[in-house]
């Protein structure tokens, strides 16, 4: 079966940075995008960003380029997102996806919490 | 950025109703359109992809149609499990989008 977990997140103050991960299983890591999807409290869902099998190639929302990097780690099935210069309106369950163009599955997600 | 856009925004209906959610792009997407279940609490689950492919271990009575920049999910007979958030979703450009949602509820 495949499977997502979603791990990292927490209270952060604005301005300040937190990494999040996400472990896969059930599925060979290496041969598929995997995204970054993010949904602010009693909202929709936003794409935030996605990275090519090897790494090579990493596309971002306009709101999070220059703020957030995505990375992967396909010896250890590993997805991360690494958000820097944190603001309020950061604050989200951030889920990861394995993309097909369409998103599945989705991990349990994780939430963030910009605030001081 | 490809803008989608779900009508209704919200949706009261009984069980047994047949329900039509639509969405719309701003631009031609072809049938780079999927479709998402979101239960209170839970990730997204796919449901319809490639605009009218049913995804593996969905209920039949979810079908969805559609091409370049019109698009529907028909749930056939509404069941209780399927009051929830349906979201569409484009991925034949960069940003990726998603349609605002529509909540379906109970009448």
């Known amino acids: 079966e495949m499977q997502l977990v979603e791990s990292g997140g927490g209270l952060v103050q604005p301005g300040g940075s937190l990494r999040v991960s996400c472990a896969a299983s059930g599925f060979i890591f290496r041969d598929y995008w995997m995204s970054w999807v993010r949904q602010a409290p009693g909202k929709g869902l936003e794409w935030v960003a996605n990275?090519?099998?090897?790494?090579?190639?990493?596309y971002y929302v306009a709101s999070v380029t220059g703020r957030f990097t995505i990375s992967r780690d396909n010896a250890n099935n590993s997805l991360y997102l690494q958000m820097n210069s944190l603001r309020a309106e950061d604050t989200a369950v951030y889920y990861c996806a394995k993309e097909e163009a369409w998103f599945d599955p989705w991990g349990q997600g994780t939430l963030v919490t910009v605030s001081s | 950025d490809i803008q989608m856009t779900q009508s209704p925004p919200s949706l009261s209906a009984s069980i047994g109703d047949r329900v039509i959610i639509t969405c719309r792009a701003s631009?031609?997407?072809?049938?780079?359109l999927d479709w998402y279940q979101q239960r209170p609490g839970k990730a997204p689950k796919l449901l319809i992809y490639s605009a009218s492919s049913l995804q593996s271990g969905v209920p039949s009575r979810f079908s969805g149609s559609g091409s370049g920049t019109d698009f529907s999910l028909t749930i056939s007979s509404l069941q209780p499990e399927d009051f929830a958030i349906y979201y569409c979703?484009?991925?034949?450009?960069?940003?990726?989008?998603f349609g605002q949602g529509t909540r379906l509820e109970i009448k």
């Open positions: 990275i090519k099998q090897d790494g090579s190639e990493k």
């Open positions: 631009q031609s997407i072809s049938t780079y």
């Open positions: 979703q484009q991925s034949y450009s960069i940003p990726i989008t």
